[in-house]
């Protein structure tokens, strides 16, 4: 007997060997999609602290057409992963923005809101619910009071009342609930086979308060590809890549991307006058029907975007910024513009109506 165990000490010692390996690789693979699977969004935000006044907050500086060679579109996403409690801003316009928000889903509410009827939609917009009031809670305590005892939270800007927790209320009142209380947008994009990695994200519930140039309710329940249609160069540039992108998204990923497009009228909701349609003529614009003072804007969207740990949604959240072009051009960066208006080939130059405003604002930038 003595004799059979030496003889299969090497085997025994490749048994330990093998099984140590095979333990090791279950804890790796068990640690590595834990890490993956937890959410940058799920956790106790820093507060921003007490020195902090919405009042004196000036816009987030977002100059998406500075020191670029190439306008064509592109993914050109950053990683936000380091500091999620930069997720979402409240700044001097939080009043108005959600004040406008607000009016805006009254107004419109077939054509800004909606969350598809299905039991993986509501769980998502439940679950995206509770991260947020989570976050204002404990990012902003100063502005947002809870009371246990009500389940409510007091916003102190606007003196809005909500419930912490989503058990109360519809997915639909919990998207104008957060409509009323974030200067963000929402989107909010599930698959139907979460399995099929060839499937399209479908935009399944959300809220557009502040479309810029299109009409929210085409795109609902509808996947990416077609949402994007009328978005010169998807097909070749951005279909792939954006694919990918979705399909890959983890919940432990923030990343943000920003846009830019200049518009000659004060309002934050359009749902068609931005962007120019197949077969548009588009007028240019004189310099004096332009009122640079008072209606001429850059108009910028800062998109951030994550997957819920729970549902697995991918969400992007949408902060639009209207910064008048007089300032562009006080901070000294009207040729930079000048340079990006140029350099949009003609498809997105179209799409953008660079034909109606590019020349007179490019005078006014250089004058
Ligand atoms: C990485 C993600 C994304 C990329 C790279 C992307 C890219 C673009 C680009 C390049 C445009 C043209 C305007 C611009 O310059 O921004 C655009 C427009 C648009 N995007 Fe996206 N997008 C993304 C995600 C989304 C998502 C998740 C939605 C959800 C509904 C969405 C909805 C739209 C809409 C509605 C328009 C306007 C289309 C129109 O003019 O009718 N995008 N996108």
Same mark, same amino acid.
């Given at each position: 007997m003595q004799e059979l165990l030496v003889q299969?000490? =090497?085997?025994?010692?490749?048994?330990?060997?093998g099984l140590t390996l095979a333990y090791s690789i279950t804890k790796w693979y068990t640690i590595t999609t834990d890490k993956a699977n937890q959410s940058i969004l799920v956790r106790k935000f820093p507060a921003i602290g007490n020195d902090f006044d919405w009042k004196q907050t000036k816009p987030l500086r977002v100059r998406p057409f500075e020191n670029q060679k190439n306008f064509n579109v592109n993914m050109k996403i950053i990683n936000l992963a380091k500091t999620p409690e930069?997720?979402?801003?409240?700044?001097?316009? *939080?009043?108005?923005?959600?004040?406008l928000r607000k009016k805006f889903t009254e107004m419109y509410p077939n054509h800004t809101y909606f969350s598809y009827d299905n039991e993986i939609t509501s769980a998502a917009v439940r679950e995206f619910y509770e991260i947020?009031?989570?976050?204002?809670?404990?990012?902003?305590?100063?502005?947002?009071? *809870?009371?246990?005892?009500t389940g409510m939270i007091t916003n102190q800007i606007n +003196?809005?009342?909500?419930?912490?927790? $989503?058990?109360?209320?519809?997915? !639909?009142q919990l998207i104008l609930h957060l409509a009323a209380n974030i200067e963000e947008d929402i989107v909010i994009l599930l698959k139907d086979n979460p399995k099929d990695p060839e +499937?399209? *994200?479908?935009?399944?519930?959300?809220?557009?308060?502040? =479309?810029?140039?299109?009409? =929210?309710?085409? +795109?609902?329940?509808?996947?990416? $590809?077609?949402?994007?249609?009328?978005?010169?160069?998807?097909?070749?540039?951005?279909?792939? !890549?954006? +694919?990918?992108?979705?399909?890959n998204l983890k919940p432990k990923d923030l990343w943000v991307r920003h846009n830019w497009s200049i518009q000659t009228h004060t309002a934050y909701f359009s749902l068609d006058s931005n962007h120019g349609r197949d077969g548009e003529k588009i007028k240019q614009l004189r310099y004096d029907e332009i009122d640079f003072d008072n209606s001429c804007f850059l108009r910028c969207e800062r998109q951030i975007l994550t997957r819920?740990?729970?549902s697995k949604a991918n969400i992007m959240t949408v902060r639009t910024f209207l910064t008048p072009i007089k300032q562009i051009k006080a901070e000294g960066l009207g040729e930079e513009l000048c340079k990006g208006i140029d350099g949009l080939p003609d498809d997105l130059a179209f799409y953008k109506k660079r034909g109606a405003w590019?020349?007179?604002?490019?005078?006014?930038l250089r004058e």
């Open positions: 299969n000490v =090497p085997y025994l010692w490749l048994l330990v060997a930069d997720w979402l801003l409240i700044e001097d316009t *939080y009043l108005e923005q959600t004040r947020v009031t989570n976050y204002l809670l404990t990012r902003y305590p100063q502005y947002f009071k *809870y009371n246990w005892w +003196g809005l009342t909500f419930p912490k927790h $989503s058990k109360s209320d519809t997915p !639909s +499937g399209e *994200y479908i935009y399944r519930a959300g809220v557009s308060g502040f =479309p810029a140039g299109f009409d =929210p309710s085409h +795109g609902y329940n509808k996947p990416l $590809s077609y949402i994007h249609g009328p978005v010169p160069q998807y097909p070749n540039r951005l279909k792939l !890549s954006m +694919g990918k992108f979705f399909n819920l740990p729970k590019g020349e007179a604002v490019k005078q006014y």
